[in-house]
């Protein structure tokens, strides 16, 4: 137990290590997310500007822009792309580690380096934005729920993720895959507006599906768009998921197998 645990504990330093190299990409991916906040205020505030709604909203895209660096699943698919169709995966079919628990650990080492450079240009932005905040009261157990949900939905994103990366065993090219997964994402995952203001039966649908659980679920919770009884469902509903999840990439891995190549690496 002890050496599988070691295994990864090395894995996850590697990754922590070689995202510090490109640390000034994720700083000026952080600065460049300010842009988008402008954007969101200037828009938002056309609409909800001198109401009690204004606040809210620009509490939530705060949050999700926090939550984006700290649990998004960035390039994952395509890196794991690259080492099927190169050839590097295949030093992992000989030798006693996982390869989904190595790319995870890679994933969680990222989004460290990334959450920690964006709170940076957060910090920038905070003496326009503090006065618009509004966090709700009850914060203890959303943050004791909140938590938990951020990782659930870490761990779906990178499912996701790897799960079009395998794609390449049978497709040369899975652009097309990921541009549609994120298209549908910024929808249902609540990154174009919060999913709140949906109809009431579309958001029904909406909660019973992996992308309402990626950004919307995390972020609902820590804001106060969602109460505890819907907290308490959304977390057995998400587990769900991350179980569904590992399940078909575990399936996906070992039908890959049988048709790769072993050649490269």
Known sequence: MYSTLTKYRHAFLVGLQSNLVYRWNFAVRGLFSLFHLAAVFILWGAAFKGTDKFGPIITYFVTLLVLQFFISAFNEDYQISEDIRNGLINQFLLKPINYFGY???????????????????????????????????????????????????????????????????????????????????????????PLDLLAPGVLAVAKFLPFYYQMYFPA???????????????????????????????????????RHTAVGG
């Not at 460290?112 to 920038?124: E, F, K, R, T």
């Not at 959303?142 to 794609?167: E, N, T, V, W």
């Not at 977390?235 to 399940?247: D, G, P, R, S, Y």
């Open 220 to 258: 609902a919770i820590i804001t106060g768009r969602i109460g505890y009884n819907d907290t308490v469902s959304g977390l057995a509903i998400e587990l769900c998921w991350v179980t569904i999840l590992f399940a078909i990439n575990r399936g996906l891995w070992l039908r890959g197998l049988r």
């Open 103 to 193: 790319r995870l650990s890679i994933f969680v080492a990222a989004r460290l380096v990334s959450g920690a450079l964006v709170l940076g240009p957060l910090a920038i932005a905070l003496p326009v934005l503090h006065g618009y905040l509004t966090f709700p009261a009850d914060w203890g157990w959303r943050l004791a729920l909140g938590l938990p949900a951020m990782a659930l939905s870490a761990l779906i994103q990178f499912s996701i993720a790897y799960c079009f990366g395998l794609l390449t065993f049978w497709f040369l090219e899975i652009q097309g895959f990921v541009i549609l997964s994120m298209a549908v994402e910024a929808v249902l995952g609540g990154q174009m507006f």
